[in-house]
T-cell receptor, first 116, second 113 residues
């Protein structure tokens, strides 16, 4: 089955640090990947859609300069949280479509980000 | 504003019985619905989906029912097994394109032996 790998799984860093999270599709090519964020006891909220070779599309209320997305290849998208602050602490998770865009999205295992 | 709602944060069911998880939505533009299962420290795993042109989809022990007029869908698991204990998320999207999903808050299903 389709596998999406996300790295790192857990990050703790100081306020002001920039943190990069990688999302890889291991056994398929993904022209589109998605980044979600989940706060405790809340639903997964779509942050942005990452498109290979073009700019990401951000959801309303998500700062594109704060959350930099790069989708440089068909198997890798990265999310960089720039100058992270405690309020950015959350669970970040990526997903990708395998094959046709109407196929179910496959998710990585997520990254727990804690900013001190 | 929560467009996909799972009003039961948790549900406890005896092993062997039927588990019924419910989901309501408010956006009438949604036409594709999915259920995901999530264990702690893992990403959601796709379970089953249904298109708005259908009212039922079945895959083994899992069946999803869609009532468009009521904007309601449900996931039935029968018989329930201990390994089914997890958080179940209902998700929806508009159209068949490469769009992100709108999720509910999830229901924690506990299967009791």
């Amino acid at each position: 089955g389709a596998v999406v790998s996300q790295h790192p799984s857990w990050v703790i860093c100081k306020s002001g640090t920039s943190v990069k999270i990688e999302c890889r599709s291991l056994d398929f090519q993904a022209t589109t990947m998605f980044w979600y964020r989940q706060f405790p006891k809340q639903s997964l909220m779509l942050m942005a859609t990452s498109n290979e070779g073009s700019k990401a599309t951000y959801e309303q209320g998500v700062e594109k300069d704060k959350f930099l997305i790069n989708h440089a290849s068909l198997t890798l998208s990265t999310l960089t949280v720039t100058s992270a602050h405690p309020e950015d602490s959350s669970f970040y998770i990526c997903s990708a479509n395998q094959g046709q865009s109407n196929q179910p999205q496959h998710f990585g295992d997520g990254t727990r980000l804690s900013i001190l | 504003d929560q467009q996909v709602k799972q009003n039961s944060p948790s549900l406890s069911v005896q092993e062997g019985r039927i588990s019924i998880l419910n989901c309501d939505y408010t956006n009438s533009m949604f036409d594709y619905f999915l259920w995901y299962k999530k264990y702690p420290a893992e990403g959601p795993t796709f379970l089953i989906s249904i298109s708005s042109i259908k009212d039922k989809n079945e895959d083994g022990r899992f069946t999803v029912f869609l009532n468009k007029s009521a904007k309601h869908l449900s996931l039935h698991i029968v018989p329930s097994q201990p390994g089914d204990s997890a958080v179940y998320f209902c998700a929806a999207k508009i159209g068949g394109g490469a769009d992100g999903l709108t999720f509910g808050k999830g229901t924690h299903l506990i299967i009791q032996p």
